[in-house]
Structure formats: C-alpha cells, structure tokens
Nanobody, 115 residues
Framework: QVQLVESGGGLVQAGGSLRLSCAAS????????MAWFRQAPGKQRELVAR???????NYADSVKGRFTISRDNAKNTVYLQMNSLKPDDTAVYYC?????????WGQGTQVSVSS
C-alpha cells in the first residue's frame, strides 16, 4: 500500500501563488508517474500535470506557463507550483501515483482563488 498526503492548499487572491506538496509513504523512484488532478464542484476530475519516472512532464492547456510540477526523490515528494492563479483554478487538488497497473490517490487539498 502507498499513502499520499497532500498539503499546501488554501485561499488566495487572483494573481497569487501556492505550492502544493504530495508526500508519499515510500520511495517514489519506482513509480511510473505522479500527477496532480483537480475537481471543481459539478465538474469531472481532470488532469492538471504529470511527471514520469524519467522526468518528462505534461500539462493541461489551461495551466501551461503558470503551473510547474516537480519531484524530489530524496524526500519522496512531488510538488505543484501554481502561479498567476485564477478563480477558475478553484478546486480540490488530488495527488495521484501510478505504480504498475495501480492508481493511488491522496485525500485532496482545497484551493480557492478569489477574484
């Protein structure tokens, strides 16, 4: 089993920044990929950013140029740096890890952006 614990969410004004962290309960070196998803009220969960074990990244079009995903293998942690936040970024953000054929999820952290 793998536990993922997110932190760093909160309330911020439009144009502001937040950094989310996802701490894994064991080494992330063997993970196929880690990612951040988000789900706004009444909407489906969507991929925000992903980073593979090899360090390749991809982003949703809506966050390109504003968000950056990174990983610290020594700390078993993945980060999501979010800049130039917009009210449309308001959602619960979930950390995701893919190990083999299994998906693991964190409990989510709320990000609220006021206009």
């Amino acid at each position: 089993q793998v536990q993922l614990v997110e932190s760093g969410g909160g309330l911020v004004q439009a144009g502001g920044s937040l950094r989310l962290s996802c701490a894994a309960s064991r080494s992330i070196l063997s993970y196929n990929a880690m990612a951040w998803f988000r789900q706004a009220p009444g909407k489906q969960r969507e991929l925000v950013a992903r980073i593979t074990n090899g360090g390749r990244t991809n982003y949703a079009d809506s966050v390109k140029g504003r968000f950056t995903i990174s990983r610290d293998n020594a700390k078993n942690t993945v980060y999501l740096q979010m800049n130039s936040l917009k009210p449309d970024d308001t959602a619960v953000y979930y950390c995701n890890a893919i190990i083999g054929a299994t998906n693991y999820w964190g409990q989510g952290t709320q990000v609220s952006v006021s206009s």
